[in-house]
């Protein structure tokens, strides 16, 4: 599976359209890494509970929507994206989303 955040591929031409896809995850902090987090925010820094949560929260979507590009029946995405937002006060929503397309090497 080809991933770009390019509308195309070089050295590829785009055959099909399949659709819109997208990878969609919901992540809870808890209370552990929240109280952890609040300890660290004292002090200043990067907080790495957060990071590794998003970064966990990312590869997750980006699976997800690959699955559901392989699903329409596409072998790349382009136009890749991602958008977050929080949800309630301690889960974050991560997106990754992208146009599935087939596409071929040009001779």
């Given at each position: 599976?080809?991933?770009?955040?390019?509308?195309?591929?070089?050295?590829?031409?785009?055959?099909?359209?399949?659709?819109?896809?997208?990878?969609?995850?919901?992540?809870?902090?808890?209370?552990?890494?929240?109280?952890?987090a609040g300890l660290k925010g004292l002090v200043g820094g990067e907080v790495g509970q957060y990071t590794e949560m998003l970064e966990d929260a990312r590869k997750q979507a980006m699976e997800r929507l690959i699955a559901?590009?392989?699903?329409?029946?596409?072998?790349?995405?382009?136009?890749?994206?991602?958008?977050?937002?929080?949800?309630?006060?301690?889960?974050?929503?991560?997106?990754?989303?992208?146009?599935?397309?087939?596409?071929?090497?040009?001779?």
């Amino acid at each position: 599976m080809i991933i770009v955040t390019t509308p195309d591929i070089p050295h590829y031409r785009i055959k099909e359209v399949k659709g819109t896809v997208f990878g969609l995850t919901v992540r809870s902090r808890g209370l552990g890494k929240d109280i952890l987090a609040g300890l660290k925010g004292l002090v200043g820094g990067e907080v790495g509970q957060y990071t590794e949560m998003l970064e966990d929260a990312r590869k997750q979507a980006m699976e997800r929507l690959i699955a559901n590009a392989e699903r329409l029946g596409a072998n790349a995405v382009v136009m890749v994206r991602f958008d977050s937002g929080e949800i309630a006060q301690n889960m974050s929503e991560i997106v990754a989303y992208g146009t599935a397309v087939v596409v071929e090497k040009d001779d």
